[in-house]
T-cell receptor, first 113, second 115 residues
Framework: KAGVTQTPRYLIKTRGQQVTLSCSPISGHRSVSWYQQTPGQGLQFLFEYFSETQRNKGNFPGRFSGRQFSNSRSEMNVSTLELGDSALYLC????????????FGSGTRLTVV | AQSVAQPEDQVNVAEGNPLTVKCTYSVSGNPYLFWYVQYPNRGLQFLLKYITGDNLVKGSYGFEAEFNKSQTSFHLKKPSALVSDSALYFCAVRDMGTNAGKSTFGDGTTLTVKP
C-alpha cells in the first residue's frame, strides 16, 4: 500500500516567485492536512481538507492557499515567496475526519533564496 | 483556542529504564489526543491516540500514554527504553468543537536513550 506521496522532494525558488506543492494521499483517505515545519516554530498548521472542502485554516497570510481535488489529491500554493517561507512542508492524510490519526508524507523541502 | 505544551525540550534516559515524555493540552471541548514520532531524516509516524474510553492507551513499538482529564495531560510512557527509541516526539490535540478540522502540535521533545 503506497504511503503519502509529496512532490517535489526539494525545491529552490527565488524571492517573489510562486510555488505549487503536490500531495497524493493514501488510497481511500479523504482528509488531507498541510503543515509547515521549521526548527524554530515546530509544526504549524496550514489547512485541512475533507472531500474537497476546506475545514479549517491556520494563521498564515493569504499568500498560502490550497485545494483538494475529487480524487483527494491536494495542492498548496505559495505566492510572492519570502525568505521566511523556507521550511519543510508536510502533507498528511487520514481515512476520515482526522480522529484516526494521520499518516505523513516525507515532505517538500522549500528553500527561498 | 487549542494548545499543546511539551515542557521538556530534551529527555535523556538509559537503555532499559522507563521513560516518560510529558504533554499537557488545552481545548474548549473534548480532546482527541495523539502522539507522533519523527526519526532522523524520516517523516512523522503515528504512535497512538486517545479518543474516548480507557485512560491508558497502547500504541506502536511498546509505547503507551495515560490520559488525565483533571490534569489535562497525556504523557507518553514506555516501561523499558531502547536505543532505537531515540527520536523527536510530538504530542498533538484535536478539538471536534469550534476548532474542528485542525490538529495542533507541541514543539516536540527530543528523546535520547543511551546504551
Amino acid at each position: 500500500k503506497a504511503g503519502v506521496t509529496q512532490t517535489p522532494r526539494y525545491l529552490i525558488k527565488t524571492r517573489g516567485q510562486q510555488v505549487t506543492l503536490s500531495c497524493s494521499p493514501i488510497s481511500g483517505h479523504r482528509s488531507v492536512s498541510w503543515y509547515q515545519q521549521t526548527p524554530g516554530q515546530g509544526l504549524q498548521f496550514l489547512f485541512e481538507y475533507f472531500s474537497e472542502t476546506q475545514r479549517n485554516k491556520g494563521n498564515f497570510p493569504g499568500r498560502f492557499s490550497g485545494r483538494q481535488f475529487s480524487n483527494s489529491r491536494s495542492e498548496m500554493n505559495v505566492s510572492t515567496l519570502e525568505l521566511g517561507d523556507s521550511a519543510l512542508y508536510l502533507c498528511a492524510s487520514s481515512p476520515g475526519q482526522g480522529i484516526d490519526g494521520y499518516t505523513f508524507g516525507s515532505g517538500t523541502r522549500l528553500t527561498v533564496v | 483556542a487549542q494548545s499543546v505544551a511539551q515542557p521538556e525540550d530534551q529527555v535523556n534516559v538509559a537503555e532499559g529504564n522507563p521513560l516518560t515524555v510529558k504533554c499537557t493540552y488545552s481545548v474548549s471541548g473534548n480532546p482527541y489526543l495523539f502522539w507522533y514520532v519523527q526519526y532522523p531524516n524520516r517523516g512523522l509516524q503515528f504512535l497512538l491516540k486517545y479518543i474516548t474510553g480507557d485512560n491508558l492507551v497502547k500504541g506502536s513499538y511498546g509505547f503507551e500514554a495515560e490520559f488525565n482529564k483533571s490534569q489535562t495531560s497525556f504523557h507518553l510512557k514506555k516501561p523499558s527504553a531502547l536505543v532505537s527509541d531515540s527520536a523527536l516526539y510530538f504530542c498533538a490535540v484535536r478539538d471536534m468543537g469550534t476548532n474542528a478540522g485542525k490538529s495542533t502540535f507541541g514543539d516536540g521533545t527530543t528523546l535520547t536513550v543511551k546504551p
